[in-house]
């Protein structure tokens, strides 16, 4: 009864900021690594952004380095994404998932159904 449950998207002009939450169920959140994936239309799902069972590493796709940090809460069993200065090729639906134990970008157990972000121009 794994529940991972994602919200903070919208519609954001381009240049504005957005704060996705993932709160997670089901699990010891403390010894699962989170990360952050989107998916726009007819793309691939990427990699966004992933961060280590205490919080102290966290790695990023290029694409958004410099402007998202990922951070986490273990005792509120929450991950976050901040996003900054948004741009139009940032819109997608974006889910957070848990791998249990070393931060990867592969092999994670658990999703969210997924938050839209539309980022206009």
């Known amino acids: 009864q794994v529940h991972l449950a994602e919200s903070g998207g919208g519609l954001v002009q381009a240049g504005g900021s957005l704060r996705l939450s993932c709160v997670a169920s089901g699990l010891t959140f403390s010894r699962y690594a989170m990360g952050w994936f989107r998916q726009a239309p007819g793309k691939e799902r990427e990699k966004v952004a992933a961060?280590?069972?205490?919080?102290?590493?966290?790695y990023y796709a290029d694409s958004v380095k410099g402007r998202f940090s990922i951070s986490r809460d273990n005792a509120k069993n929450t991950v976050y994404l901040q996003m900054n200065s948004l741009k139009p090729e940032d819109t997608a639906i974006y889910y957070c998932?848990?791998?249990?134990?070393?931060?990867?970008?592969?092999?994670?157990?658990?999703w969210g159904q997924g938050t839209q972000v539309t980022v206009s121009p």
């Open positions: 961060i280590s069972l205490s919080g102290s590493t966290a």
């Open positions: 998932a848990a791998k249990f134990g070393v931060v990867a970008w592969t092999g994670y157990d658990y």
